[in-house]
């Protein structure tokens, strides 16, 4: 039916014409280019909102955790509140994709901040008066994620409804541009600020973030989306699973993804300050690793306004590969320094990766749909990364930790080969018009 079942059969994508090259095509004016995305209204206030949510969610987790650890409460009591509020997200995510498919998207996120302000003041005030207790600090997470399930879906698509096809992945780079850079400071601003003043002042800090996000993205005009009537709420999720699985890079993707998470990722989160404690020189050497990652994460972004990238799932594919180096320099007990470029190298990825996996999904798939078939994508991608936080340690104890993470290494090698033997992978091409 579509340009985009075409493109997924021989290679050619929505803006494909006869002698088109493949791999990035650089080319003069592209940074101007770029900036005209920010000197667009629209996607300004976008960019702005995002960004500002995202300056007081980056220290939230620092807050939150020495809220409930100051409170009296245990590691497994810490652990049960930020698990609920992975769950909620779990359990409204394919509801906030239907809903960011019915009304306007920015609406969906408009609200999601302003109940994830709520939360977080209601929390805030909480710790200020004395009276936060597990259950009540368990609650709030959960609202927060279940807010969270209903922003993404809605934040996945909503750059389709603002820019044109040909500068998604200048969009989404920007977008991956304001989640890195807070990712760098955010933590360390977060510590200072919950030593000075107290968690509950950074809490009220993220608060307000999603007040100004609110108020920015309130100011954005999106065209309206024409549609049929209005269906039963099981006749849309099956459209949109329907169209999430009739691609077959899509949930092959998605199950890759679920997986990486639950072998790869899961283990190096777990297990990686274990060995910065043990052999690297403890606290430090894991922030000096994290801040490496948000670095790379930032790099990725800038190039990626730069370079037009034709064949991202192929780019995806190899730049995965960046993991095998962190986990095997890490069950080594290599020293810092190398372990720091690689953490670098693996940040460049996973910054490449989330910009270009969101712009392969924003021209391949219909934007009518493209809310739920992304609220499929999340929820298989959040799917195991519970399971495979609590397993890391056990499975360590039993096996060892080198062995874990080395065993990652392989899977992560194995992983990205065995996706290469996808013809979609290797034949779609996402050109820019000329």
Not at 94 to 102: E, K, Q, S, T, Y
Not at 312 to 335: D, E, H, K
Not at 403 to 417: C, D, F, I, Y
């Amino acid at each position: 039916m579509a340009l985009e079942d075409r493109s997924a059969r021989d290679g050619q994508g929505q803006d494909g014409g006869p002698g088109a090259a493949t791999g990035a095509r650089p080319r003069r004016g592209q940074w101007r280019d770029a900036g005209e995305l920010l000197v667009d209204k629209r996607f300004r206030r976008f960019f702005l909102g995002y960004a500002t949510s995202l300056i007081g969610s980056s220290m939230a987790p620092v807050a939150m955790t020495f809220a409930v650890l100051d409170s009296g409460a245990s590691a497994t009591d810490l652990g049960l509140v930020f698990a609920s509020g992975v769950v909620s997200t779990i359990v409204f995510l394919v509801a906030g994709g239907v809903l960011a498919d019915r009304v306007p998207r920015r609406a969906v996120m408009v609200g999601a901040d302003l109940v994830s302000a709520t939360a977080q003041f209601v929390f805030a005030a909480l710790v200020f008066t004395g009276t936060a207790e597990l259950w009540s600090m368990a609650l709030l997470a959960a609202v927060r994620g279940g807010a969270s399930a209903f922003y993404q879906p809605a934040l996945a698509a909503m750059p389709a409804d603002l820019v044109a096809g040909d500068q998604l992945q200048r969009a989404n780079s920007f977008l991956a541009l304001a989640k890195a850079v807070p990712e760098v400071a955010g933590p360390a601003v977060a510590g200072v600020l919950v030593a000075v003043g107290g968690s509950g002042v950074v809490l009220v800090t993220d608060g307000a973030s999603y007040l100004v996000s609110a108020v920015f993205l309130a100011g954005v005009r999106v065209p309206s989306r024409t549609g049929g009537a209005r269906r039963r709420l099981l006749t849309d999720l099956r459209e949109g699973w329907t169209e999430f699985r009739s691609r077959r890079w899509l949930w092959v993707g998605v199950v890759q993804l679920a997986l990486w998470n639950l072998v790869v990722v899961a283990p190096f989160l777990v297990l990686g300050p274990v060995i910065a404690r043990s052999d690297l020189g403890g606290a430090s050497a894991w922030g000096a690793i994290a801040a490496a990652q948000g670095a790379g994460a930032v790099l990725a972004g800038v190039v990626l306004l730069r370079l037009h990238i034709r064949r991202t799932l192929l780019v995806i594919a190899f730049l995965q590969l960046a993991w095998v180096g962190v986990l095997v320099l890490l069950a080594s007990r290599a020293p810092l320094s190398l372990i720091v470029a690689a953490a670098f190298a693996v940040g460049f990825s996973t910054g490449a990766f989330n910009a270009l996996w969101r712009t392969t999904e924003q021209r391949l798939v219909p934007q009518a749909v493209l809310s739920r078939v992304s609220a499929y994508e999340l929820l298989g991608a959040y799917a195991l990364g519970p399971v495979g936080l609590a397993l890391a340690g056990p499975v360590s104890e039993a096996v060892g930790i080198a062995t874990l993470l080395l065993a990652a290494a392989g899977w992560q090698v194995l992983s990205s080969a065995a996706i290469l033997l996808l013809p979609e992978v290797r034949s779609i091409r996402l050109e820019r018009a000329s």
